[in-house]
């Protein structure tokens, strides 16, 4: 290990045991050797933005505040000076499933890594311990509790720190969404380490908390980084809820052995779902805060293997989760909030390929929510009523997406065309004088008294036999049946453009439609209705995979190809098995589509591959190079 150490990161750069300004030149060369490592260790060949100005503040000992958005790419703004610093970086973080991750990463790339928490065992602590007071270690993974233990701080004081990172920052603030008591004492932790670089990392944008963490880490000369939350890689999608299984399983054909993430309002209608997916076949498995421990994390592991392709979850799950090849994420209910929302779809795509992310959205959930907001009181009603306005608001946009996600965060988002979005998809289209179909639903809502939502009006003019039809004798109308030009989805589309142009008006509550003054005038003739049809589904499909901005993997490739994608991926999963990994640890969803379309002629090649570092290459080069040129050779 530690030749390997030396081969990689030659230990000839200067001990920084001051928090002196280190000199131009050497942070000149320093920043030459962070790109080395970057694309040596790394297998990426250019930085992200940000990712180069915060490395380099780090490297000049300077306090550095990172807020990235999930899968921005926070960790190797302090890996890359890990491996850059004489002495050891103390990263603490508060979930063991993340530690145990990250440490698992880093041996598979000959990082030297530990991590020290209260889930070792004695032997492996000591171990531990062991590798840090011989300075073999360029990185240490260690819980709060655990750091504030007197024994490992007197261990620490003995061996040269040069830099304490502290993931996942927020916990730091009370005004954040997962306070932990313990990293308040970071401030005091920091004091012990005089001649350490202080880094803080979070997801959480919020001024308030980016606040809280700067003041009680006492960063003097603080440097802020807070890169775009928005992320162009995933697909936002929001259709109405109709029959939401038959619509979930027509999204779930898209993506066969693709991992994904159903997420729920309740335990129950998780349990319901999950038994309702596998009844079909599926492979997938629940995950709620109702499950015994045991038995949540035995299906977080299924699923971060690529054991089984689904997780239907409620927020619970998520946290934690560091799986880069989770292709989509759908909301079968409303989320929460924008914020949960936001968190919740940013699991998905973090190997930066597109990812496709779903809402179904329906006026029933909304009642629910609203039944939830009423029974709490005052501030907290209030501030929930406005959670919700919001998310209603991002819903019900015919603007891209992006700008009423983003704005929420404070972001203005101000391109033309996101390219991923169905609103921005379907803006190419163009408004049509839909004057007709609306002069049909509208008389319909008349008809029938303007007390029924637009799923029963939809019914009439589609001559349905529901028993409510029968029931209010809805068959006799004049109405009845005279929409079958247009499909069910297709009527649902236009009824929320009726809304939000204002010829309708919905209750509140129920949900029923009664005619706005715009309404009468389209229906009396004296004005035009334009709007957008939607295409019916599959050809909306079709458009939504080849014109979207952002490729995704196997979906996109060739038949050749894409068989080849399976034969590696096949490899991937064996590897996985065989040496107690994820298998997105070993190569991302994005590296083997990259290798499923090259002809390497010998492994090294392999190296100009995203993802593919000097240690993948010696550990697993030659295996997936003997798959492709197999393949290859018999084309
Ligand atoms: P975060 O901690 O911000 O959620 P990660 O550090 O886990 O995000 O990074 C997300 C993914 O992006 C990882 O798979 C990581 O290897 C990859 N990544 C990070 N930086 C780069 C880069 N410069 N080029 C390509 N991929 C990168
Ligand atoms: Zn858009």
Not at 1 to 24: D, K
Not at 299 to 323: P, S
Request: net charge positive.
């Amino acid at each position: 290990m530690v030749g390997n150490r030396q081969r990689l990161f030659p230990t000839n750069f200067p001990i920084f045991s001051c928090i002196s300004r280190v000199s131009r030149a050497k942070i000149k060369t320093m920043i030459e050797q962070a790109k080395l490592i970057l694309k040596k260790v790394f297998g990426y060949d250019a930085f992200r933005s940000l990712q180069e100005p915060i490395i380099r503040n780090v490297l000049e000992k300077k306090d550095t505040l990172v807020i990235m958005p999930t899968g921005g790419g926070k960790s190797l703004c302090y890996q890359i000076p890990a491996l850059i610093f004489n002495g050891l970086t103390i990263v603490v973080s508060p979930l063991i499933s993340l530690m145990k991750d990250q440490v698992e990463q880093m041996t598979d790339l000959k990082v030297p890594a530990v991590l020290l928490n209260s889930s070792l065992s004695y032997e492996e602590y000591v171990h531990n311990v062991g590798k840090i007071r011989r300075n073999e270690v360029k990185l240490l993974y260690v819980a709060p509790e655990t750091l504030l233990k007197p024994k490992i701080l007197e261990m620490l004081a003995t061996v040269p720190i040069d830099c304490l990172t502290i993931d996942e920052a927020h916990c730091i603030s009370e005004w954040g969404h997962d306070f932990r008591p313990e990293y308040r004492q970071m401030a005091e932790v920091r004091k012990q380490f005089p001649s350490a670089v202080c880094m803080a990392l979070t997801a959480t944008a919020t001024p308030r908390v980016q606040r809280d963490i700067t003041k009680t880490l006492h960063f003097e000369e603080s440097n802020e980084f807070v890169a775009s939350f928005n992320r162009e890689n995933l697909f936002l999608k929001i259709d109405p809820k109709q029959n939401a299984f038959p619509q979930l399983v027509r999204f779930l054909e898209r993506y066969p052995n693709q991992s994904g993430i159903i997420y729920c309002f309740t335990r129950r209608q998780v349990d319901e779902l999950s038994q309702k997916l596998e009844i079909k076949g599926y492979s997938v498995k629940p995950y709620h805060a109702g499950l015994d421990e045991e038995q949540r994390k035995r299906n977080q592991e299924l699923f971060i293997r690529d054991d089984i392709q689904l997780i239907v979850a409620t927020i619970a799950f998520g946290m934690g989760i560091n799986k880069s090849n989770i292709r989509f994420v759908v909301h079968y209910d409303l989320p929460k909030n924008i914020e949960s929302y936001y968190q919740e779809i940013g699991r998905a795509g973090r190997d930066g390929l597109r990812a496709d992310c779903l809402l179904l959205f329906g006026y029933g959930d909304i009642r629910k929510i609203r039944y939830f907001i009423d029974q709490k009181e005052g501030q907290e009603q209030q501030v929930a009523n406005m959670h919700l306005a919001a998310l209603l608001r991002f819903a019900e946009t015919h603007v891209c997406r992006r700008i009423p996600l983003l704005a929420y965060f404070g972001e203005n988002y101000t391109q033309e065309n996101c390219g991923m979005c169905d609103n921005c998809l379907r803006q190419g289209q163009g408004l049509a004088d839909l004057t007709i179909p609306a002069q049909k639903f509208l008389s319909c809502v008349r008809k029938t008294g303007e007390i029924f939502g637009a799923a029963h009006i939809i019914d009439v003019l589609l001559g349905s036999k529901s028993q409510k039809i029968a029931k209010f004798n809805h068959q006799e109308l004049s109405t009845y049946g005279i929409g079958k030009e247009l499909s069910k989805s297709q009527w649902f589309h236009l009824s929320r453009q009726f809304i939000q142009k204002g010829l309708l008006s919905q209750d509140p509550e129920f949900g029923g439609l009664k005619l706005d003054k715009n309404g009468y005038e389209v229906l009396r003739g004296r004005e035009k209705f334009m709007g957008l049809l939607r295409e019916e589904e599959e050809q909306e499909e079709r458009t939504e995979m080849k014109t979207a901005k952002v490729k995704a993997t196997a979906v996109q490739l060739g038949e050749e190809d894409r068989e080849l994608f399976e034969q590696l991926r096949g490899k991937r999963k064996e590897l996985a098995t065989l040496y107690h990994l994820p298998p997105y640890l070993i190569f991302s969803d994005k590296t083997l589509s990259a290798m499923a379309v090259s002809s390497p002629r010998l492994p090294e090649d392999l190296l100009d591959i995203h993802g593919v570092g000097e240690a993948k290459l010696e550990r697993y080069g030659k295996t997936f190079f003997d798959i492709i040129h197999h393949f290859r050779r018999k084309q």
